[in-house]
Protein backbone atom coordinates (compact mmCIF):
# COMPACT_ATOMS: atom_id res chain seq x y z
CA UNK A 1 0.00 0.00 0.00
CA UNK A 2 2.70 2.48 0.90
CA UNK A 3 4.39 2.04 -2.25
CA UNK A 4 1.58 2.09 -4.16
CA UNK A 5 0.93 5.58 -2.06
CA UNK A 6 3.91 7.22 -3.07
CA UNK A 7 3.83 6.28 -6.65
CA UNK A 8 0.61 7.64 -6.89
CA UNK A 9 1.15 10.59 -4.95
CA UNK A 10 4.65 11.31 -6.89
CA UNK A 11 2.34 11.61 -10.51
CA UNK A 12 -0.46 13.00 -8.90
CA UNK A 13 1.80 15.86 -7.64
CA UNK A 14 3.47 17.00 -11.13
CA UNK A 15 -0.34 16.63 -12.85
CA UNK A 16 -1.93 18.43 -10.63
CA UNK A 17 0.54 21.06 -11.00
CA UNK A 18 -0.95 23.75 -13.37
CA UNK A 19 -4.64 23.32 -11.58
CA UNK A 20 -2.77 25.06 -8.69
CA UNK A 21 -1.45 28.24 -9.89
CA UNK A 22 -0.26 30.90 -7.69
CA UNK A 23 0.47 34.44 -9.42
CA UNK A 24 3.96 34.34 -10.86
CA UNK A 25 4.38 37.97 -9.51
CA UNK A 26 3.66 36.76 -6.08
CA UNK A 27 7.01 34.89 -5.90
CA UNK A 28 10.02 36.20 -5.42
CA UNK A 29 12.96 33.26 -6.46
CA UNK A 30 13.70 32.30 -2.85
CA UNK A 31 16.32 30.32 -3.76
CA UNK A 32 18.38 32.42 -5.96
CA UNK A 33 18.01 35.05 -3.12
CA UNK A 34 19.64 32.10 -0.69
CA UNK A 35 21.92 30.88 -3.07
CA UNK A 36 23.52 34.71 -3.72
CA UNK A 37 24.02 34.34 -0.04
CA UNK A 38 26.66 31.69 -0.95
CA UNK A 39 24.54 28.71 0.35
CA UNK A 40 23.76 25.51 -2.57
CA UNK A 41 20.51 25.08 -2.77
CA UNK A 42 16.58 25.35 -1.02
CA UNK A 43 15.15 22.14 -1.55
CA UNK A 44 10.94 21.20 -1.78
CA UNK A 45 9.00 18.60 -2.99
CA UNK A 46 5.29 19.90 -4.50
CA UNK A 47 2.10 19.39 -5.93
CA UNK A 48 3.03 22.65 -7.29
CA UNK A 49 5.43 22.55 -10.23
CA UNK A 50 5.74 26.24 -11.15
CA UNK A 51 6.56 26.84 -7.50
CA UNK A 52 8.44 24.48 -7.01
CA UNK A 53 10.54 25.96 -10.83
CA UNK A 54 10.52 29.14 -9.35
CA UNK A 55 11.38 29.19 -6.33
CA UNK A 56 13.66 25.61 -5.08
CA UNK A 57 16.96 25.15 -6.46
CA UNK A 58 16.45 21.35 -6.00
CA UNK A 59 13.86 18.47 -5.00
CA UNK A 60 13.80 15.68 -2.77
CA UNK A 61 11.51 12.39 -2.65
CA UNK A 62 9.27 12.40 0.36
CA UNK A 63 8.53 8.40 -0.46
CA UNK A 64 9.15 7.09 -2.98
CA UNK A 65 12.77 6.42 -2.67
CA UNK A 66 12.55 4.26 0.88
CA UNK A 67 12.81 1.00 1.57
CA UNK A 68 8.92 -0.14 1.38
CA UNK A 69 8.76 1.96 -2.49
CA UNK A 70 11.81 0.41 -4.05
CA UNK A 71 12.36 -2.97 -2.53
CA UNK A 72 8.88 -4.04 -1.14
CA UNK A 73 9.84 -7.47 -2.24
CA UNK A 74 13.40 -8.71 -1.54
CA UNK A 75 15.21 -8.36 -4.88
CA UNK A 76 12.17 -6.50 -7.03
CA UNK A 77 13.19 -3.09 -7.35
CA UNK A 78 10.82 -0.82 -8.21
CA UNK A 79 11.78 3.23 -8.98
CA UNK A 80 8.61 4.28 -11.58
CA UNK A 81 8.08 7.09 -8.37
CA UNK A 82 11.24 7.93 -8.26
CA UNK A 83 12.55 7.73 -11.59
CA UNK A 84 9.89 10.50 -12.48
CA UNK A 85 11.27 12.70 -9.86
CA UNK A 86 14.80 12.56 -11.25
CA UNK A 87 13.82 13.02 -14.61
CA UNK A 88 11.56 15.92 -13.90
CA UNK A 89 14.95 17.26 -12.00
CA UNK A 90 17.19 16.74 -14.67
CA UNK A 91 14.96 18.41 -17.16
CA UNK A 92 14.74 21.40 -14.95
CA UNK A 93 18.08 21.97 -13.92
CA UNK A 94 17.48 20.91 -10.19
CA UNK A 95 19.79 19.40 -8.01
CA UNK A 96 18.27 15.67 -6.34
CA UNK A 97 18.55 15.52 -2.69
CA UNK A 98 18.14 11.27 -2.14
CA UNK A 99 16.24 9.99 0.66
CA UNK A 100 16.52 7.82 2.19
CA UNK A 101 18.60 4.50 1.77
CA UNK A 102 17.91 2.93 5.42
CA UNK A 103 15.88 4.14 7.86
CA UNK A 104 13.92 1.51 10.91
CA UNK A 105 10.57 3.05 9.05
CA UNK A 106 8.71 2.36 6.28
CA UNK A 107 10.63 -0.57 6.23
CA UNK A 108 9.57 -4.05 4.59
CA UNK A 109 8.54 -6.91 7.04
CA UNK A 110 10.99 -9.23 5.43
CA UNK A 111 13.89 -7.04 6.16
CA UNK A 112 12.77 -6.63 9.56
CA UNK A 113 12.62 -10.11 10.32
CA UNK A 114 16.51 -10.72 9.34
CA UNK A 115 18.50 -11.99 12.30
CA UNK A 116 21.51 -13.41 10.90
CA UNK A 117 24.06 -10.59 10.70
CA UNK A 118 25.84 -12.05 7.43
CA UNK A 119 22.58 -11.82 5.90
CA UNK A 120 21.57 -8.81 7.33
CA UNK A 121 24.91 -6.86 5.52
CA UNK A 122 23.97 -8.59 2.07
CA UNK A 123 20.69 -7.21 1.91
CA UNK A 124 22.04 -3.35 2.98
CA UNK A 125 24.48 -3.93 0.27
CA UNK A 126 22.15 -5.33 -2.07
CA UNK A 127 19.33 -2.70 -1.47
CA UNK A 128 21.79 0.34 -1.58
CA UNK A 129 24.06 -1.01 -4.45
CA UNK A 130 20.46 -0.83 -6.70
CA UNK A 131 19.09 2.21 -5.26
CA UNK A 132 22.29 4.66 -5.21
CA UNK A 133 23.17 2.41 -8.47
CA UNK A 134 20.05 3.17 -10.16
CA UNK A 135 21.28 6.88 -10.02
CA UNK A 136 24.86 6.83 -9.81
CA UNK A 137 24.71 7.49 -13.82
CA UNK A 138 22.15 10.06 -13.92
CA UNK A 139 23.21 11.93 -10.83
CA UNK A 140 26.13 12.37 -13.44
CA UNK A 141 24.64 14.99 -15.26
CA UNK A 142 24.49 17.92 -12.29
CA UNK A 143 27.96 17.21 -11.44
CA UNK A 144 29.93 19.08 -13.82
CA UNK A 145 28.13 22.14 -12.74
CA UNK A 146 29.87 23.86 -9.67
CA UNK A 147 28.74 23.60 -7.02
CA UNK A 148 26.10 21.33 -7.79
CA UNK A 149 26.44 17.53 -5.82
CA UNK A 150 24.10 15.00 -6.32
CA UNK A 151 23.10 14.17 -2.25
CA UNK A 152 21.66 10.58 -0.86
CA UNK A 153 20.65 10.24 2.50
CA UNK A 154 21.83 7.31 4.23
CA UNK A 155 20.32 6.29 7.36
CA UNK A 156 17.86 8.12 8.89
CA UNK A 157 16.94 8.20 12.81
CA UNK A 158 19.42 6.47 14.38
CA UNK A 159 19.69 7.91 17.63
CA UNK A 160 17.59 7.89 20.91
CA UNK A 161 17.05 11.68 21.89
CA UNK A 162 19.14 10.37 25.30
CA UNK A 163 22.00 10.00 22.46
CA UNK A 164 22.23 5.79 22.96
CA UNK A 165 21.35 4.42 19.04
CA UNK A 166 17.82 3.55 18.27
CA UNK A 167 16.88 -0.07 18.41
CA UNK A 168 16.14 -1.45 14.77
CA UNK A 169 16.71 -4.63 13.02
CA UNK A 170 19.72 -2.86 11.71
CA UNK A 171 21.38 -2.02 15.28
CA UNK A 172 20.13 -5.09 16.98
CA UNK A 173 21.51 -7.77 14.69
CA UNK A 174 24.85 -5.61 13.47
CA UNK A 175 25.29 -3.44 16.36
CA UNK A 176 26.93 0.29 14.75
CA UNK A 177 28.80 -1.52 12.47
CA UNK A 178 25.30 -0.97 9.95
CA UNK A 179 26.03 2.50 9.54
CA UNK A 180 29.86 1.34 7.94
CA UNK A 181 28.16 -0.96 6.07
CA UNK A 182 25.65 1.26 4.66
CA UNK A 183 27.99 4.25 3.93
CA UNK A 184 30.60 2.29 2.28
CA UNK A 185 27.62 0.44 0.49
CA UNK A 186 26.91 3.76 -1.00
CA UNK A 187 30.00 5.41 -1.79
CA UNK A 188 30.98 2.15 -4.00
CA UNK A 189 27.54 2.61 -5.75
CA UNK A 190 28.13 6.32 -6.33
CA UNK A 191 31.55 7.72 -6.02
CA UNK A 192 30.65 11.47 -5.92
CA UNK A 193 27.45 12.07 -3.97
CA UNK A 194 27.41 13.69 -1.02
CA UNK A 195 26.46 11.14 1.72
CA UNK A 196 24.00 12.54 4.64
CA UNK A 197 23.04 11.04 8.08
CA UNK A 198 20.31 12.35 9.06
CA UNK A 199 18.33 12.59 12.43
CA UNK A 200 15.09 14.78 14.34
CA UNK A 201 15.45 16.67 17.92
CA UNK A 202 18.66 18.17 16.50
CA UNK A 203 17.24 21.58 17.13
CA UNK A 204 19.63 22.89 20.05
CA UNK A 205 22.97 22.29 21.55
CA UNK A 206 21.23 19.33 23.15
CA UNK A 207 22.16 15.63 24.25
CA UNK A 208 21.19 14.04 20.61
CA UNK A 209 23.74 16.81 19.12
CA UNK A 210 26.55 15.83 21.14
CA UNK A 211 25.78 12.59 19.90
CA UNK A 212 25.43 12.71 16.63
CA UNK A 213 29.12 14.85 16.81
CA UNK A 214 30.53 12.09 18.29
CA UNK A 215 28.96 9.54 16.32
CA UNK A 216 30.16 10.86 12.97
CA UNK A 217 33.67 11.69 14.48
CA UNK A 218 33.83 7.67 15.08
CA UNK A 219 32.39 6.21 12.45
CA UNK A 220 34.72 8.75 9.84
CA UNK A 221 37.76 8.23 11.73
CA UNK A 222 39.67 5.98 9.31
CA UNK A 223 38.02 8.08 6.04
CA UNK A 224 35.46 10.02 5.64
CA UNK A 225 32.24 7.95 4.59
CA UNK A 226 29.69 10.22 5.94
CA UNK A 227 30.09 14.12 4.13
CA UNK A 228 27.18 15.74 6.19
CA UNK A 229 25.03 15.62 9.11
CA UNK A 230 21.01 16.92 8.49
CA UNK A 231 18.53 18.11 10.92
CA UNK A 232 15.06 17.73 10.24
CA UNK A 233 13.78 20.86 11.79
CA UNK A 234 9.94 19.75 12.57
CA UNK A 235 10.14 22.75 14.97
CA UNK A 236 7.21 23.96 17.33
CA UNK A 237 6.35 27.39 17.37
CA UNK A 238 8.79 29.24 18.94
CA UNK A 239 10.99 26.07 18.58
CA UNK A 240 13.79 28.65 16.59
CA UNK A 241 15.47 29.66 19.16
CA UNK A 242 18.13 26.99 19.40
CA UNK A 243 18.42 26.16 15.88
CA UNK A 244 22.13 28.93 15.59
CA UNK A 245 23.43 26.84 18.51
CA UNK A 246 22.24 23.14 16.98
CA UNK A 247 23.85 24.26 14.29
CA UNK A 248 27.60 26.03 15.03
CA UNK A 249 27.78 22.44 17.44
CA UNK A 250 26.84 19.75 14.63
CA UNK A 251 29.21 21.60 12.24
CA UNK A 252 32.39 20.92 15.09
CA UNK A 253 31.80 16.90 13.31
CA UNK A 254 33.82 18.88 11.13
CA UNK A 255 31.37 18.21 7.91
CA UNK A 256 28.69 19.96 6.04
CA UNK A 257 25.16 20.42 7.81
CA UNK A 258 21.83 20.92 6.46
CA UNK A 259 18.31 21.46 7.48
CA UNK A 260 16.31 18.67 5.65
CA UNK A 261 12.48 18.57 6.88
CA UNK A 262 11.79 22.03 7.71
CA UNK A 263 8.52 23.12 8.87
CA UNK A 264 7.46 25.24 11.79
CA UNK A 265 4.49 25.01 13.44
CA UNK A 266 2.41 28.24 13.14
CA UNK A 267 5.16 29.25 10.68
CA UNK A 268 5.93 32.41 12.01
CA UNK A 269 7.85 34.89 10.41
CA UNK A 270 10.01 35.37 13.09
CA UNK A 271 10.75 31.91 13.88
CA UNK A 272 11.55 31.27 9.98
CA UNK A 273 13.79 33.75 9.77
CA UNK A 274 15.70 33.07 13.08
CA UNK A 275 16.55 29.38 11.34
CA UNK A 276 17.14 31.38 7.71
CA UNK A 277 19.38 33.83 10.00
CA UNK A 278 20.98 30.35 11.52
CA UNK A 279 21.88 28.77 8.43
CA UNK A 280 23.59 32.09 7.08
CA UNK A 281 25.88 32.82 10.25
CA UNK A 282 27.18 28.58 10.08
CA UNK A 283 29.31 28.46 7.44
CA UNK A 284 28.98 24.44 7.52
CA UNK A 285 25.45 25.20 6.80
CA UNK A 286 24.96 24.20 2.99
CA UNK A 287 20.99 24.08 2.45
CA UNK A 288 17.99 24.07 3.51
CA UNK A 289 15.13 22.03 2.25
CA UNK A 290 11.35 22.65 3.38
CA UNK A 291 9.16 19.68 4.26
CA UNK A 292 6.70 19.98 0.97
CA UNK A 293 5.76 23.49 -0.24
CA UNK A 294 2.04 24.43 0.49
CA UNK A 295 0.41 23.63 4.27
CA UNK A 296 -2.31 21.58 1.75
CA UNK A 297 0.27 18.79 1.00
CA UNK A 298 1.97 19.23 4.68
CA UNK A 299 2.20 15.80 6.84
CA UNK A 300 1.60 18.25 9.88
CA UNK A 301 -1.14 19.84 7.65
CA UNK A 302 -3.36 21.33 11.09
CA UNK A 303 -0.15 23.19 11.70
CA UNK A 304 -0.21 25.09 8.87
CA UNK A 305 3.73 24.93 9.03
CA UNK A 306 5.28 25.69 5.10
CA UNK A 307 6.05 28.76 3.48
CA UNK A 308 2.90 28.67 1.38
CA UNK A 309 -0.97 28.11 2.42
CA UNK A 310 -3.30 25.46 0.94
CA UNK A 311 -4.35 27.56 -1.63
CA UNK A 312 -0.19 27.67 -2.88
CA UNK A 313 -0.02 31.21 -2.16
CA UNK A 314 2.83 33.04 -0.07
CA UNK A 315 2.36 33.38 3.65
CA UNK A 316 4.17 36.19 5.77
CA UNK A 317 6.97 33.67 6.30
CA UNK A 318 8.09 33.60 3.07
CA UNK A 319 7.65 37.58 2.31
CA UNK A 320 9.95 37.80 5.88
CA UNK A 321 12.65 35.14 4.73
CA UNK A 322 12.63 36.95 1.15
CA UNK A 323 13.49 40.21 2.73
CA UNK A 324 15.82 38.88 5.07
CA UNK A 325 17.60 37.64 2.49
CA UNK A 326 17.52 40.70 0.08
C1 LIG B 1 17.78 5.94 26.14
O1 LIG B 1 16.53 5.99 25.50
C2 LIG B 1 16.08 4.72 25.03
C3 LIG B 1 14.81 4.95 24.20
O2 LIG B 1 13.89 5.69 24.92
C4 LIG B 1 15.88 3.79 26.20
O3 LIG B 1 15.44 2.53 25.76
C5 LIG B 1 17.21 3.64 26.93
O4 LIG B 1 17.03 2.83 28.08
C6 LIG B 1 17.76 5.00 27.34
N1 LIG B 1 19.12 4.82 27.85
C7 LIG B 1 19.57 5.48 28.90
C8 LIG B 1 20.98 5.18 29.30
O5 LIG B 1 18.88 6.29 29.53
C1 LIG C 1 27.61 22.42 22.84
O1 LIG C 1 27.60 21.81 24.13
C2 LIG C 1 28.80 21.13 24.43
C3 LIG C 1 28.59 20.37 25.71
O2 LIG C 1 28.07 21.22 26.70
C4 LIG C 1 29.96 22.13 24.49
O3 LIG C 1 31.17 21.45 24.77
C5 LIG C 1 30.06 22.81 23.13
O4 LIG C 1 31.04 23.82 23.16
C6 LIG C 1 28.73 23.42 22.74
N1 LIG C 1 28.85 23.91 21.39
C7 LIG C 1 28.33 25.08 20.99
C8 LIG C 1 28.56 25.44 19.57
O5 LIG C 1 27.69 25.80 21.72
Known amino acids: MLKLFSIVSLAAIFQ ?44 TPENSMKWDATESTQGTFTFSGSDYLVDWAISNSKIIRGHTLVWHSQLPSWVSAITDAATLTSVIQTHI ?22 ILTIYSEVLNDNGTLRSSVFYDVLGESFITIAFKAARAADSTAKLYINDYNL ?46 ALAEAGIDVAITELDIAGASASDYTTVVDACLSTSACVSITSWGVSDANSWRASSTPLLFDSDYEPKAAYTAVISDLS
Open 16 to 59: CASAAATSSTALSGLNTKFTAKGKLFWASFSANEAILESEFGAV
Open 129 to 150: ANVAGQYSGKLYVCRPLPLRPC
Open 203 to 248: DSNNTKVQAMVALVKRINADEQLIDGIGTQMHLSAGGSSGAAAALA
